[in-house]
């Protein structure tokens, strides 16, 4: 799979589900990040997780790491219409971030 | 709540014209970043910047881009002879340490060549 790589690729859950969305890479990193970008919008950043960080809460997100298997998972509980975007990971190395595909949320009323 | 700005958020230029697409970042922030996401396909990293010399470039960063920080609070991005493929959507960030930390990005100037 290619640094940062999503999956899936697409999502449609009911409003009050929850959302898991996973990341994988390649290469080692410094930390991993994930985004959400509404459409033709700019990104916004969520949460952080360092390398030596196994998991990490934010409000109703919840974001694990697993650096021995290089992957990541990003978990929204009880999702409203709101959360309805793309969600890119982003591995940084060196300050350089190098995002996947992005996985499509569609969260449905 | 600090953040990276970019101006101007809609640009439409003719196909060969150059362009210049600026940022501000945050203002103790010392590593400086440019990205780009065409339509429908993933952020892809161009270049980052630090102490005034660009620090990495890919291998989309060509002859045509140029950075520059011409004073002490922006940040610019200028292509020199636009292309078709040029249009995009350009995110500029910035952080405070190279490593461990946050990068901000702007909301992007979505660049539109005809």
């Known amino acids: 799979s290619q640094q940062g790589e999503e999956d899936p690729q697409a999502l449609s859950i009911q409003e009050g589900e929850n959302a898991t969305m996973n990341c994988s890479y390649k290469?080692?990193?410094?930390?991993l990040q994930w985004y959400r970008q509404n459409s033709g919008r700019g990104l916004v950043h969520l949460i952080l997780?360092?390398?030596?960080?196994r998991e990490k809460h934010s409000g109703r997100l919840r974001v694990t790491l697993d650096t021995s298997k290089k992957s990541s998972s990003l978990l929204i509980t009880a999702s409203r219409a709101a959360d309805t975007a793309s969600y890119f990971c982003?591995?940084?190395?060196?300050?350089?971030?190098?995002f996947g595909d992005g996985t499509t949320l569609t969260v449905k009323p | 709540e600090p953040e990276v700005t970019q101006t101007p958020s809609h640009q439409v230029t003719q196909m060969g014209q150059e362009v210049i697409l600026r940022c501000v970042p945050i203002?103790?922030?010392?590593?400086f970043y440019w990205y780009r996401q065409i339509l429908g396909q993933k952020v892809e990293f161009l270049v980052s910047?630090?102490?005034?010399?660009?620090?990495?470039k890919s291998e989309i960063f060509d002859d045509q881009f140029s950075v520059e920080r011409p004073d002490g609070s922006n940040f610019t991005l200028k292509i020199r002879s636009t292309k078709l493929e040029d249009s995009a959507m350009y995110f500029c960030?910035?952080?405070?340490?190279?490593?461990?930390?946050?990068?901000?990005f702007g909301q992007g100037t979505r660049l539109t060549v005809v």
């Open positions: 960030a910035s952080s405070e340490y190279e490593g461990d930390t946050e990068a901000f």
């Open positions: 290469t080692s990193i410094n930390n």
């Open positions: 997780i360092r390398s030596n960080e």
């Open positions: 982003a591995t940084a190395r060196a300050g350089k971030s190098t």
């Open positions: 203002s103790n922030h010392l590593y």
């Open positions: 910047f630090y102490n005034n010399e660009i620090s990495e």
